[in-house]
């Protein structure tokens, strides 16, 4: 099946000169949801401007179910729904009728019951003849969200929809994408959080100075991060790592002084136990034990580092 | 076409006018009414008639196209510079509508706002001084056009205004001189010479004359100059509008 989402070699430089995508190539599965995490200015919204036709691109081609964007945009922007990063609506409108303009201004005549049927599942039903104004943070980004599905679209891009927003919200907005997939609603969104990733993708890419530098499942990619390291802090410095221990997946830190045991968190048994008692068997006395966690951030400082490497 | 799209703008905007309804309808009847107590009744009677015509009812169609000019111009502007100032812009953009559906939408729901507060002053006009109309075709052809064309300016203005100075910035400095002078008040043949020739460059000229040949059967230029200059208006303000849209200038970057 040809791709719902296709973003060749797409290139981006503003008027000031400052090249916000760099050559970006992603093929988007219909019905995946796909999370775009990288550092605040590393492209994810540019990058979602520039889909949805808010931004023109410098180069390179997108299409949406084979539509171009730029010449069969009445197509390709029909299909796409977008909720922006910062909550941008007409305070004075009513819930219902500002649902009403976006389903109208993306083609679609007026049907009740459509509008009825969003509201409904984003629980702003109740709140259809508020104004806008008179809403909560969160209730201002359902809205934001049934404005974005009011078109019935087959594409959603979610701009850092949980930016700032509480904890029981969070899980609504994961469960309202769950909702959408079972609909075969591709989503993509764009976050800070890993956490989210983990929620609810199944494919995770990484950007950074507008260049995607990863693309993997999510599994694969929390199989790596499930890595962990324990640092074992002797008391007696070491000049190598003891016969004893030779079994074991171990480094010795360059001062000898610490070693330094890698093992996986998500594995039955980590053999953290043996190894602290073979340590102490081999007459070596603890000074301290620390754990660390590889996150995303090592993930991503060494692909940013791996990715400076290859451009110097 | 993307009908659809058209009239969601459409209804969106009246429905913005409609819900400050009071305050829409309250401030152009007020104002007309001052202007009609204090250039009808205080000045006008000094002033005889003008071309046979009462100075109350000779002030009409100038204090209307006052009025429609200047709220053709806010209405249009503020439509098109709220939703950037408040970034519901970005629906707009990502819509599936050309420019020529969004122009429609946002000219068409000023230029309506701006005609419905027109007629609302014509007819508070019959309350305070005797008026037939001539050429009731003619007014309405001047009063759309007039609409629209000044609608359109008003969109371009709201597309450059960065802040909200800006969005008053040319309807106070030039707009407004250009009505005042533009023969609102005062027929351009009471003009010494020199005046005469002057304010021959001010385009609101021709469409007032226009519009008051319509009424009274009386111009200060030729009724085919004043169509002529009105359609070059309008031509020369869709251009411009063309001209946005297709380079993005200010709203796609």
Redesign the interface.
């Known amino acids: 099946m040809p791709p719902i989402l296709s973003i060749q070699n797409l290139r981006k430089a ?2 000031g000169g400052f090249e916000a995508l760099k050559g970006v190539s992603l093929d988007i599965e219909e019905g995946e949801i796909i999370a775009l995490l990288g550092p605040n200015g590393a492209g994810k919204t540019t990058l979602i401007s520039t889909v ?5 691109p410098t180069s390179g081609t997108v299409s949406v179910a084979g539509f171009d964007i730029l010449t069969d ?6 299909l ?1 729904g ?1 909720v ?1 990063q ?1 909550i ?6 009513r819930v219902i ?1 500002t649902v ?10 007026r049907k009740d019951a459509a509008v009825e049927d969003i509201l409904k599942r984003l629980s702003l039903w109740d709140k259809r003849d508020n104004q806008i104004r008179e809403l909560s943070g969160g209730m201002k980004r359902r809205v934001l969200i049934a ?1 974005a599905l009011a078109h019935e679209p087959r594409v959603l891009f979610l701009d850092e929809p949980t930016a700032g927003v509480d904890v029981e919200l969070r899980k609504d907005m994961w469960d309202i994408v769950e909702q959408l997939r079972a609909d075969g609603v591709t989503t993509i969104l764009t976050t800070h959080y890993i956490e989210e990733a983990e929620a609810i993708a199944d494919r995770v890419g990484v950007i950074n100075k507008g260049e995607i530098l990863l693309v993997e499942d999510k599994d694969k990619l929390m199989a790596r991060m499930g890595q962990k390291q324990l640092d074992v802090q002797l008391t007696t410095q070491l000049d190598a790592i003891p016969e004893a221990l030779a079994g074991y997946d171990l480094a010795l830190s360059q001062d000898g002084w610490t070693l330094v045991y890698s093992y996986d968190v998500n594995a039955e048994r980590t053999g953290i136990t043996k190894l602290l008692t073979d340590v102490a068997n081999a007459g070596l006395q603890l000074r301290d034990v620390v754990t660390r966690q590889s996150s995303l951030e090592d993930i991503f400082v060494s692909l940013v580092h791996e990715n400076a490497e290859v451009t110097v | 076409m993307n009908w659809s799209a058209i009239s969601a703008i459409y209804v969106f905007e009246m429905t913005r006018f409609f819900r400050t309804l009071a305050q829409s309808l309250i401030s152009p009847v007020l104002s007309t009414s001052l202007y009609f107590v204090v250039f009808g009744a205080a000045i006008g009677s000094r002033i005889q008639e003008v071309d046979g015509v009462s100075y109350g009812a000779f002030i009409v169609p100038g204090l209307i196209m006052l009025t429609v000019m200047t709220q053709s111009i806010s209405n249009a502007s503020f439509g098109i510079y709220f939703p950037k100032f408040i970034g519901t812009i970005y629906e707009l953009l990502s819509a599936p509508v050309s420019f020529l559906e969004i122009v429609m939408g946002y000219v068409g729901a000023a230029a309506t706002k701006a005609m419905f507060i027109g007629v609302i002053i014509l007819i508070t006009s019959f309350f305070f001084v005797d008026i037939e109309i001539a050429h009731p075709l003619a007014m309405i052809l001047f009063l759309v056009l007039t609409c629209i064309s000044f609608a359109l300016f008003g969109f371009i203005i709201g597309i450059w205004a960065g802040n909200f100075e800006q969005l008053q910035l040319v309807p106070l400095l030039i707009v407004t001189p250009l009505v005042f002078l533009g023969g609102s008040f005062y027929s351009i043949s009471m003009l010494p010479p020199v005046w005469q020739t002057i304010s021959m460059f001010n385009p609101v000229v021709y469409l007032i004359s226009g519009f008051r040949w319509a009424f009274f059967g009386l111009t200060d230029v030729p009724i085919l100059t004043s169509l002529i200059a009105i359609a070059g208006f309008t031509t020369l303000c869709l251009g411009a509008v063309w001209w946005i849209f297709k380079s993005g200038w200010r709203i796609r970057q």
Not at chain 1, 52 to 56: A, E, K, L, N, S
Not at chain 1, 88 to 93: G, I, N, R, S
């Open positions: 503003y008027s949805c036709g808010i931004t023109m945009y009445r197509q390709a922007r029909s796409i977008l922006p910062e941008a609506l007409e305070p004075f409108e009728n009403r303009f976006s389903r109208g201004l993306f083609g679609k005549g404005k």
